[in-house]
């Protein structure tokens, strides 16, 4: 029925929780942060804490899991959003952003590509499916201590990384206040450490995420004359700009470069798109 049982794994408890606006469910599913309950031909989205289902719900599942020849929703998707929506165009990203748990987003046009995780098709997602009540483009983002930061101009949001994606009270709130900077064109943060690195033009400045209130470094010039988007990972730092990107060992490497690494495919290399 609407009862949901929730077991705790720490103090090997069962809870008792009662969800009355998601109602009855034939079968549920997590897919790529997302809680989906199934009813017939009909399903519905739903927050994991609250059972709260987001409007535009129910929906048929004949025209999204299963999409259906004669149906509104067959033949549609990611062609729907142009260039944007499409993983093997060559239109450029304008932020990428790689988590602590190794979860790795694209952005651009108001959409979002998961990318670590092939399953998911390299579908587009519009922003507020995965981080509710964000709209627009993504400037920037970087993670840092189980939080995903999203710049969008001077702005940025805040969202809890765990249990599904929730924006922290009180966000957005501008960027000078929080990383004493006005914008960025892109900003990462290398696994485990606590330095934020924000590039905007061709100078990369260093932020400490511990110091408050923050303060920006000297800026260091780089080997590029601008970026669109740039992450860090355990193989590395990526700059990305158009349709390629630049691979550096380590931000040491990236700050000593005379010259730009070698230019490589984004849609080839990210995408598995044919070359």
Not at 103 to 114: E, P, Q, V
Not at 212 to 223: A, C, D, Q, S
């Amino acid at each position: 029925g609407d009862t949901v049982y929730s077991f705790d794994l720490a103090l090997r408890v069962t809870k008792l929780r009662v969800w009355p606006g998601l109602g009855p469910c034939s079968a549920a599913l997590r897919w790529l942060e997302r809680y989906y309950c199934l009813r017939g031909t009909h399903f519905q989205r739903f927050d994991p804490l609250t059972g709260k289902v987001p409007t535009g719900y129910p929906r048929d599942l004949r025209d999204y899991f299963i999409p259906c020849p004669g149906r509104a929703g067959h033949g549609q998707g990611n062609a729907s959003w142009g260039d944007a929506g499409d993983r093997c165009s060559e239109m450029p990203f304008q932020a990428l952003l790689s988590d602590d748990t190794g979860r790795i987003y694209a952005f651009r046009g108001g959409l979002s590509f998961r990318l670590d995780l092939w399953r998911d098709g390299y579908h587009a997602w519009p922003l507020g499916q995965t981080w509710p009540e964000l709209e627009g483009e993504v400037d920037a983002a970087f993670a840092w201590d189980g939080r995903t930061y999203l710049i969008q101009g001077s702005q940025v949001s805040i969202f809890l990384s765990e249990q599904g994606h929730r924006r922290v009270l009180g966000y957005p709130r501008a960027l000078q206040e929080e990383l004493g900077v006005p914008s960025a064109d892109a900003a990462f943060t290398c696994p485990g450490s606590a330095h934020l690195y924000l590039i905007t033009g061709d100078r990369i400045r260093l932020v400490d995420l511990m110091q408050m209130p923050r303060h920006v470094g000297e800026p260091v010039l780089l080997p590029h004359d601008h970026v669109d988007g740039a992450m860090c990972t355990n193989d590395g730092v990526f700059l990305f700009r158009g349709p390629s990107y630049h691979q550096y060992p380590s931000v040491a490497q990236l700050l000593g470069a005379q010259q730009p690494a070698p230019p490589q495919s984004i849609a080839t290399h990210f995408f598995h798109c044919p070359q």
